[in-house]
């Protein structure tokens, strides 16, 4: 693999800059079966707990990828909906009636950033009642602005396609079939296997409850974020895509759904993914906890960093600049801007 010995002296130079107190990463070769797991650092800057294998992290918008883009694409490889279906068709009352499937899964959808002020909100079903009512921004297709509404929207529509709860769905459909046993909604499991997040005037210490506002408000089931997962759980799913979508002989998504993500690039965006290079088979995520996915199908590699960067305040950007640095080694190659 490229630049591995680069990327395991940024990680310890992260560590010891403060940028985060601890980084949990894999990297992988599958046709070559060589892998590096690295655990560095600790829970928290107390230096009290060394963090391990089995450490429970909020994914924070690699939901987006890990969850929802994988059951849309089940989905849409199924023709159970398709790519130009109106969001009106799932939800009659929205006031964008005309905005795609696609749209949401492109970020072009028109629809703002977020819902401002979520904690105004007295209970979730008044929070998607607002969404509903959200103005667009920008004229549908004609930009891109990252969502956390697109998603939302998405996970509701797979609730409605299933006919039961988006976390019961993606166990079924994506996590149990691909032996992620510890990667869920709202965990229940005790609060010290988790990697704790913030320290917020609000909420105190949070660990082992999701730490995105919106997704909180949700009662921690959201298609934006919301996911809890280990290191071991993701490399499934990272061997899942390198393997044109199949798992232990098992197909997991079609895959002329994963060579589909490859026929969009709007603004350095397909299908629920970044593209990292426009002529390459990269993809990568991140999430806004420190956590990120990077995926190249052209040499079946790939590259999980999970971080609690946040800890204990959102304030320490150190770790985003690392982060870039970190996917463009492993891409071996610098970002292509859109």
Request: some cysteine; glycine content about 6%; proline content about 3%.
């Amino acid at each position: 693999m490229r630049n591995t010995n680069e990327i395991s002296m940024l990680m310890k130079q992260a560590i010891n800059d403060c940028a985060t107190p601890g980084i949990s990463y894999a990297l992988e070769d599958i046709k070559k079966k060589t892998v590096e797991t690295s655990f560095l650092g600790y829970k928290t800057y107390d230096k009290k707990i060394p963090l391990k294998d089995d450490d429970i992290y909020d994914l924070a918008s690699l939901t987006k990828v890990v969850g929802v883009t994988s059951r849309i694409l089940q989905l849409l490889g199924k023709k159970i909906i398709d790519l130009d279906d109106k969001v009106s068709k799932y939800f009659p009352q929205i006031s964008y009636p005309d905005i795609t499937v696609k749209n949401l899964l492109l970020h072009n959808s028109g629809l703002a950033a977020d819902l401002c002020n979520v904690y105004s909100y007295a209970n979730k079903d008044e929070m998607i009642a607002a969404i509903f009512k959200q103005k667009l921004v920008y004229p549908t297709g004609t930009d891109m602005v990252y969502s956390d509404l697109n998603f939302i929207l998405l996970g509701m529509i797979i609730e409605k396609v299933d006919e039961e709860s988006l976390d019961k769905s993606l166990k079924t459909h994506v996590f149990e079939p691909l032996e992620m046993n510890n990667t869920g909604y709202c965990l229940n499991e005790n609060k010290r296997n988790f990697v704790p997040t913030e320290k917020t005037d609000k909420r105190g210490l949070i660990q082992g409850e999701v730490h995105d506002e919106t997704a909180y408000m949700l009662n921690g089931v959201s298609g934006n974020a919301g996911l809890f997962s280990t290191i071991g759980d993701l490399k499934n799913f990272c061997i899942m895509y390198l393997q044109k979508g199949k798992y232990k002989g098992k197909t997991i998504i079609p895959s002329d759904m994963i060579d589909t993500l490859f026929n969009y690039n709007f603004m350095g965006r397909t299908l629920g993914w970044q593209r990292w290079n426009k002529n390459s088979k990269t993809l990568w995520h991140t999430g806004f906890t420190g956590t990120s996915i990077a995926l190249d199908l052209d040499h079946s590699t790939f590259f999980i960093c999970l971080t609690n960067r946040v800890n204990p305040t959102r304030k320490n950007q150190k770790w985003i600049n690392v982060r870039r640095l970190a996917v463009s080694l492993f891409f071996n190659s610098p970002e292509q801007l859109p």
